[in-house]
């Protein structure tokens, strides 16, 4: 018995050594808060099965460029964004399945702020995580359910939210924002029609001269020309002369048949990932070496009318974001600021102890849907979950900046009111990828579960 004791001793002093050891205690922080994520989605879903929505897996043997490396491993992009060579459906992996929120599932309580809780791991772990878009179990599923005669959207939305095929994401958006009908024999009808009507209004409000335009429309489309030219800036092809002449159509189109709003800045970042995703029908390899002068006039335009039907079809959804003082914006910056309050209490209150309002950085945030706050090749990953929440998408938005903010509320409490300002208008997210992007995901899903049932918290 003595024997057995000296072990157990000796075991629990190895253990604490290793907690303690240079090498075990160098795990980047975003192992940790994910590592954190992870216990907490399987504690709140303890017990229940639900079919995949949200997938996080954890192996001990991951396949290459996939693994979140420690600080000291260098890797490079296409390291990071290899896409994993196994089923991520295997029967025998240890998975975490998430359906949508419902009310079922979300009466829990709330669980500490991922960013102030340490992982106490004592081995550093390594995950796999991403949209799982290239996965072979998950485009067999992509496969079956656009294959039918009937596209079934609610199994689309499902697939789509973790993440689509790009070779696949065109179709998907047109049918996930309704541009396309799911009867698939009234598709390239229904898309000819739509086309064409796209170009008789650019004949109708476009291509006519300024003699016949009302002063305000003069005004509205002058603003147009100079912000296409700025829209993302640090992508060389929105810097060519024909994509700028694009947005501008696109942009002055809509806005001229939609007076109650009308052209506001911001509304042309959210036309880019839609002219990129249809482009990529057309174009091949990376989008720095895309040029639209290589396609035929005739494909520019059918590019341009998907772009502009899939963002009207955007903007129906958030209607009051973009009308005068824009209200719906202003909302949604509140409902914000109350999330925060309820994950991340001294975070909130430091912000309000140093008198900096929700409103001086979220409203960008809201106004251009965080495509001026993460590199450009995320957007359009980011944007498969938008647009898989449908009309849920608006107050969707709130988790997902709530868990974008607090990714740095260790470093926000330690900054006053003019580094703050400065730290949230130049966030460091220029190295990111989508493990990081994935993140933030994640952590947005579970706090919608918790507090979906919930909505006295939130109230107005």
């Not at 949200?54 to 896409?83: F, K, M, N, Q, Y």
């Amino acid at each position: 018995m003595k024997s057995n004791n000296n072990n157990s001793h000796s075991k629990e002093e190895d253990l604490k050594q290793q907690e303690t050891s240079p090498t075990n205690s160098h795990i980047t922080t975003l192992d940790s808060r994910f590592n954190q994520t992870l216990r907490n989605v399987q504690g709140l879903l303890k017990g229940r099965s639900f079919p995949g929505k949200v997938l996080i897996t954890r192996r001990s043997d991951p396949p290459d460029g996939a693994i979140l490396g420690s600080p000291g491993v260098s890797r490079s992009p296409s390291e990071i964004d290899s896409p994993p060579d196994k089923h991520m459906d295997d029967p025998t992996e240890d998975q975490v399945h998430i359906n949508k929120p419902n009310a079922s599932t979300s009466g829990n309580k709330l669980k500490p702020s991922m960013s102030n809780v340490e992982d106490g791991s004592k081995e550093a772990p390594r995950f796999v995580m991403g949209a799982r878009a290239t996965d072979t179990a998950r485009l067999m599923k992509f496969t079956k359910v656009l294959g039918g005669t009937t596209v079934i959207l609610d199994k689309l939305r499902e697939l789509a939210w973790s993440g689509v095929p790009p070779y696949l994401r065109p179709n998907v958006w047109r049918l996930l924002l309704g541009y396309a009908p799911p009867n698939s024999d009234r598709r390239e009808g229904v898309l000819r029609r739509k086309r064409i009507e796209y170009f008789d209004c650019v004949a109708q409000y476009y291509d006519i001269s300024d003699n016949e335009r009302t002063d305000e429309e003069i005004t509205m489309l002058r603003q147009i020309a100079v912000d296409c030219p700025r829209t993302v800036p640090d992508v060389t092809f929105f810097q060519q002369a024909a994509v700028q002449k694009s947005l501008e159509r696109i942009l002055y189109t809509w806005a001229i048949r939609h007076p109650a709003s009308g052209y506001v800045q911001g509304i042309n970042d959210l036309a880019t990932p839609f002219l990129v995703v249809f482009l990529s029908e057309h174009l091949e390899g990376s989008i720095d070496n895309w040029s639209i002068a290589d396609l035929d006039p005739a494909k520019i335009s059918d590019v341009e009318a998907d772009c502009y039907w899939c963002l009207s079809k955007l903007l129906d959804g958030m209607q009051d974001h973009y009308t005068f003082a824009q209200p719906g914006i202003q909302r949604l910056v509140f409902k914000l600021k109350e999330l925060v309050r309820r994950i991340d209490e001294p975070v909130a209150k430091h912000i309000d102890e140093q008198g900096l309002e929700f409103l001086q950085f979220a409203f960008r945030w809201f106004n251009c849907l965080l495509i001026r706050e993460i590199p450009f090749h995320l957007v359009t990953r980011l944007w498969d979950t938008y647009l898989a929440e449908g009309d849920a998408l608006p107050d969707f938005l709130v988790y997902i900046f709530a868990s974008f903010l607090l990714t740095w509320s260790d470093k926000l409490l330690k900054l006053d009111f003019q580094e703050m300002v400065m730290f949230l208008q130049h966030l460091p997210t220029n190295n990111w990828s989508h493990q990081e992007l994935e993140m933030v995901l994640s952590r947005a899903f579970m706090w919608h579960t918790m507090f979906d049932s919930c909505p006295n918290h939130l109230a107005t």
